[in-house]
Each structure stands twice: as structure tokens, then as C-alpha cells.
């Protein structure tokens, strides 16, 4: 029975460093979740894997309207900061990245050489920026935003450079391949398409200023 008991008590101290991020909490759309300490780490540990696998599944679809290099962060990036919005405590990213390169993994027996390596590589990267950029975030109105527009950024130049490294640096192989351009036109649209991706997310599940007990969820 002592053993039961100091194996709980041990539980709990590793559960309670996992603290929440109350700026983000209070900035929410979705309201943020009164939560106490038992009975909802593991449901919210559960949710962020989940979010990390539905970014990995949206950032593998390969058909899309958009041909230019580096949209797919958009597919990739909607879900992450969702999680940060539903489970805001701070390295909720890095846990979302751990489901993405899950779902990544297990799709291989089915994707074969046409896994998208690069934007698995993106998805790492971007859950970890995400938990740095709003670590002990005082930021207001759209310094919020641009927060997640320079994780946007991290995660998809991690993404080019893993394209780059794959393709070469020679013409026809770059991540500009099939769409006429250029590598350092490339450069540009990835840059563009995870600041975008920071900032059109962010705004969608977070407001620019904190709630007030007179606001609704």
C-alpha cells in the first residue's frame, strides 16, 4: 500500500509541471477548459496526439488547388495551434509533433518513397517553435499573432532545407521543382507561406486580447 501510494504521489508532481500557459488560456476563442489536475492529463495528452495525427494526415494529402512550394504548412498548421487552444499548457506543441511524426510513421507502410519527408520534418519543428515562441507570452494585441507567424517560419524553413537536402541544389530537383521556379523563389514562398500559416491560424483560434468574465467561449 505505501508503495501504491508514494508511486501516485510521484504521479501527480510529474503531472502538476505540466503547467498551464494562462495567457494563452485567456486569449482562447474556444474559452479555455476549467481543468483540474486529476482526471485530465491523460484525456488532454490523448487530444494533442490525436490533433498531431489529423495534422500529419492533412499535411500528406498531395492533390490541392495550390502549386506553390510550401502551402502544405497551411493543411498542417490549423490543427496545431487548435490544440494549443484547446489544451493550452505549455509544451502542448512539442506533444502535437510527437503525433504528427506518429501518424508520419505509420503511414509509411502505405506511402512508401512518396512519404513527404520534408513536411513530416516541418511538423516537428513547428510544435516545438510553437511552445518556445508563447512560453511566458506577455504579448498583446497582434504580437500574438506574430508569434505564431515566426513558428510558421522556423517550421517551414526546416522544411526547405530538408527539400533542399534531398533534391539538391541543382535545377529540376529543388523544392521549386514542377512549378517553373527557381530555389531561392522557393526560399520566398516558403518564408511567406509559414508566415501566413502563423498568422491566419493564430487569428481563426485566438483572440488578440484576454477574456473578461463578462465574455462568452
Keep these: 500500500m505505501t508503495e501504491i501510494r508514494l508511486s501516485y504521489s510521484e504521479n501527480r508532481s510529474v503531472l502538476a509541471s505540466w503547467t498551464e ?4 488560456a485567456d486569449r482562447s476563442r474556444l ?4 481543468r483540474t489536475l486529476d ?3 491523460v484525456r488532454e495528452v490523448a487530444i494533442l496526439l490525436v490533433l498531431g495525427l489529423l495534422a500529419a494526415g492533412l499535411t500528406a494529402i498531395t492533390a490541392s488547388p495550390i502549386r506553390l512550394p510550401g502551402h502544405a504548412i497551411l493543411r498542417g498548421t490549423l490543427p496545431m495551434i487548435l490544440g494549443l487552444s484547446l489544451v493550452p499548457r505549455r509544451g502542448a506543441g512539442t506533444v502535437m509533433s510527437v503525433g504528427a511524426l506518429l501518424g ?3 503511414s509509411l507502410p ?3 518513397a512518396r512519404l513527404p519527408v520534408a513536411a513530416a520534418c516541418g511538423l516537428a519543428f513547428l510544435g516545438p517553435a510553437l511552445d518556445v515562441v508563447t512560453a511566458n507570452v ?5 504580437q500574438l499573432y506574430l508569434r505564431f507567424a515566426a513558428a510558421g517560419l522556423v517550421a517551414n524553413l526546416a522544411s526547405f532545407a530538408v527539400r533542399m537536402a534531398a533534391g539538391g541544389s541543382g535545377s529540376g530537383r529543388g523544392p521549386g521543382s514542377g512549378t517553373g ?3 531561392p523563389v522557393a526560399l520566398v514562398s516558403f518564408a511567406l507561406f509559414g508566415i501566413a500559416a502563423g498568422i491566419v491560424c493564430g487569428a481563426i483560434w485566438f483572440r488578440t486580447k484576454p477574456r473578461t468574465a463578462t465574455d462568452s467561449p
Design 21 to 24: 500557459n494562462r495567457n494563452l
Design 31 to 34: 474559452g479555455g477548459w476549467q
Design 39 to 41: 482526471g485530465y492529463a
Design 104 to 106: 508520419f510513421a505509420l
Design 110 to 112: 502505405l506511402g512508401g
Design 138 to 142: 506577455r504579448a498583446t494585441g497582434w
Design 181 to 183: 521556379m527557381g530555389w
